[in-house]
């Protein structure tokens, strides 16, 4: 169980990732100045290999991942103590 909830909270980290760059890249997420908005290159920007629709949702879908991997974070670490303690009391289980 534990393993499959920290294989989910990668796969929502990568959709995170993928999910800002691209909006970042087509202009629908905007930087402002200063600091690492002035270190990207004008090349950066261009059109997105993913669906207009991910794109327009871009913040509720980053949003609904991030609380995916708070969730599944605790839920891994709630069935490791769990685990632990039921070890504690009955070391043969």
Do not use: K, N, Q
């Not at 402002?32 to 207009?52: E, H, M, N, Q, T």
């Not at 871009?58 to 839920?75: D, N, P, R, S, T």
């Amino acid at each position: 169980m534990t393993a499959v909830l920290i294989c989910t909270i990668a796969v929502a980290a990568l959709l995170v990732i993928l999910i800002t760059v691209e909006a970042i890249r087509t202009g629908r997420w905007e930087l402002g100045g200063g600091g690492v908005a002035d270190r990207i290159p004008d090349g950066f920007y261009s059109d997105s290999l993913l669906p207009d629709a991910l794109l327009d949702g871009a913040g509720w879908i980053v949003f609904a991942a991030i609380v995916w991997i708070v969730v599944a974070a605790l839920l891994a670490a709630s069935t490791s103590a769990r685990r632990r303690t039921a070890e504690h009391r009955d070391p043969t289980a």
